[in-house]
């Protein structure tokens, strides 16, 4: 198989040891009839496994066509399409598609069926018996969050937007392909809902290390989400083809350096997660120890609160000194509730949105369970900011010099 790469100069990608080829476009291109001007022209590009790749430009660059033509639901006017080292420009389109998992904004689960009918649908297709079309439904909905016994039975029309948008991750993967296309998956739900389904998808994308191409028009999601990632220009024209981390850093030209927009130190939070810094400490309390153990805490305390956990070590709430001298209520009932949470894999970008949102200026490290790992404080961040400015100031320095 080939290597990833793109026709110099627009790579900008380094010779870093590159990961095997699962899908490699040679050449394609797609002239719609009535048109002069192809969509896709001349695209040749090495998608490698068991990464997210994801192919990012303005509205109408050819993003979700170049996507299509990978699973055939529409036919490139030239150009190949290999397929795992396979030639499937002109194989059967359906067998090409049950091998690749398809999950799109709109999301299209069938109304009529329940969620397990929904998620079974290319098993049944496939001639699975119904004992391993239960387990692997019971599976994925544990796999994205939601309890089989509560959803496996129910229809779309009951879920949220955001509980469908995991089915129909569910229903992608449900016969376990090795490559899935992601069309804007998250650009339909609310801001609070996409961030954690972002979290969720690269939480199970961190086990399963499928090969994806995800379709996006917002660089911050590009960040966030991709391995690597493709700017793209009109006609699927390959701007820069980098790292997130070298894009944000080296972007190849003004296009992609207008593409980015303002705050790249900024935006280079979404490349850090939570998981990778040190927690700050801070003093926990529980509902059972007395109101004089509780001050002596808070006497100890740098900023002033005292964490309260819950019977299962959750973050409950921000208890200040001030609190208790107001009421002499039960500690269950002190103080304003933990809102600002977020697990491991969560970015710092994240945290810090989390952050705005929280009385004690900090957001709490939960794992999948809601257990209390650590704080993150916005002095933290803060550091981690610094550092990047500095390291750009370095960048921006030795470029000048050059």
């Known amino acids: 198989m080939t290597a990833i790469q793109t026709p110099e100069p627009t790579s900008g990608l380094t010779s870093d040891a590159a990961p095997r080829t699962m899908i490699h476009l040679d050449k394609v291109s797609k002239v719609y009839p009535g048109t002069k001007v192809p969509a896709v022209e001349d695209l040749t590009l090495d998608i490698p496994e068991g990464e997210i790749l994801v192919l990012v430009g303005p509205s109408g660059c050819g993003k979700s066509t170049t996507l299509r033509l990978i699973n055939r639901m529409i036919e490139p006017s030239s150009g190949r ?120 998808f690269l939480r199970v994308q961190a086990d399963l290390k499928k090969t994806i191409v995800f379709v996006t028009h917002d660089i911050d999601e590009a960040i966030k989400m991709g391995d690597r990632i493709v700017v793209l220009k009109e006609r699927s024209q390959i701007a820069q083809f980098d790292t997130p981390e070298r894009i944000l850093a080296h972007p190849i030209d003004d296009f992609v350096e207008d593409f980015i927009g303002s705050g790249a130190t900024l935006k280079g939070l979404d490349l850090e997660r939570v998981r990778d810094l040190d927690l700050t400490p801070v003093l926990t309390i529980h509902a059972g120890e007395s109101r004089d153990e509780v001050q002596r805490k808070l006497s100890q305390s740098d900023d002033g609160w005292v964490l309260l956990l819950d019977e299962k070590n959750r973050p409950h709430r921000w208890i200040g000194e001030h609190h208790l001298q107001r009421t002499d209520r039960p500690l269950h009932e002190v103080g304003p509730r933990v809102t600002a949470t977020v697990e491991p894999n969560a970015t710092l970008r994240d945290a810090l949105e989390q952050m705005l949102h929280s009385t004690a200026s900090m957001a709490t490290v939960i794992d999948r369970d809601g257990t209390y790992q650590g704080s993150i404080s916005i002095n933290t961040l803060t550091d981690v900011i610094k550092r990047m400015q500095a390291d750009a100031a370095r960048h921006y320095g030795e470029a000048a010099k050059s």
């Open 81 to 200: 399409i290999v397929f795992d080292g396979e030639d499937v420009t002109d194989v059967d389109a359906d067998r090409l598609r049950r091998r690749i998992g398809y999950v799109i904004q709109q999301i299209g689960l069938f109304p009529h069926m329940t969620i397990t009918d929904n998620i079974a649908t290319v098993p049944r297709m496939l001639g699975w018996d119904d004992n391993r079309i239960t387990a692997r439904v019971d599976e994925l909905l544990d796999l994205v969050g939601m309890d089989p016994s509560l959803y496996r039975d129910r229809y779309p029309k009951e879920l949220s937007g955001g509980q469908a948008q995991r089915v129909g991750v569910a229903r992608a993967l449900a016969a376990d392909p090795p490559v899935m296309l992601m069309d804007e998956p998250f650009g339909a739900i609310d801001p609070i809902t996409r961030d954690r389904l972002q979290n969720e």
